[in-house]
């Protein structure tokens, strides 16, 4: 079974610009959650879906934002973009019903570098 | 406020020996736990979890030890070989809420 993708890898943007990452998550998963990864602050949640609903959202700004697709697929937009958001974003899909995350497979994440 | 803390930003063992990892946690909120390692340019990989209605989980070369009472978990690798040189995480969750609160990582290295 294919593990979880995520386009582009690599990204380099501007100050101000605006970027979308993409995830597909392992098949028949349909929970997928989205972190970031900055060397302070670790790896912090961004949000999860389910279903095509968020469930879930970290303690991150409004810029930040993603949805989901019928088909579990699932893509993140970060609008404005700062110096800090520079990160490895990383998604991670889950094999759950209506309940509770548990086991998160991880890709291998999109490298943002915001100049 | 960190709620999950791995108090060692590394370690370094001798190949063959015991690899002993730690976490603590605030939140006794906190029912599930698991360990993932990562190397650079990849994505956490999931090892071992471990439910807290239990105090200990095996799969093989890893275990997971939870210690509710102290709001501590290890996990040990034994024997530790080369190829677990690697940053383990550990991350926990609580029951209805749909994310993982992870550890800042421990660097763990094997020296042959």
């Known amino acids: 079974k294919a593990g979880v993708t995520q386009t582009p890898r690599y990204l380099i943007k501007t100050r101000g610009q605006q970027v979308t990452l993409s995830c597909s998550p392992i098949?028949?998963?349909?929970?997928v959650s989205w972190y970031q990864q900055t060397p302070g602050q670790g790896l912090q949640f961004l949000f999860e879906?389910?279903?095509?609903?968020?469930?879930n959202k970290g303690n991150f700004p409004g810029r930040f934002s993603g949805r989901q697709f019928s088909n579990s697929r699932s893509e993140m937009n970060v609008s404005t973009l700062e110096l800090g958001d520079s990160a490895l974003y990383l998604c991670?899909?889950?094999?759950?019903?209506?309940?509770?995350?548990?086991?998160?497979?991880f890709g291998p994440g999109t490298r943002l570098t915001v100049t | 406020d960190q709620q999950v803390k791995q108090n060692s930003p590394s370690l370094s063992v001798q190949e063959g020996r015991i690899s002993i990892l730690n976490c603590d946690y605030t939140?006794?909120?906190?029912?599930?736990f698991l360990w993932y390692k990562k190397y650079p340019a990849e994505g956490p990989t999931f090892l071992i979890s471990?439910?807290?209605?239990?105090d200990k989980n095996e799969d093989g070369r890893f275990t997971v030890f939870l210690n509710k009472s102290a709001k501590h978990l290890s996990l040990h690798i034994v024997p530790s070989q080369p190829g677990d040189s690697a940053v383990y995480f550990c991350?926990?969750?609580?029951?209805?809420?749909?994310?993982?609160?992870f550890g800042q990582g421990t660097r763990l290295t094997i020296n042959p």
């Open positions: 991350a926990a969750s609580i029951q209805g809420a749909q994310k993982l609160v």
């Open positions: 098949s028949g998963h349909r929970s």
């Open positions: 939140n006794s909120m906190f029912d599930y």
């Open positions: 991670a899909s889950s094999l759950v019903g209506a309940g509770v995350v548990r086991e998160q497979y």
């Open positions: 471990i439910s807290s209605i239990k």
């Open positions: 879906y389910f279903s095509e609903t968020q469930r």
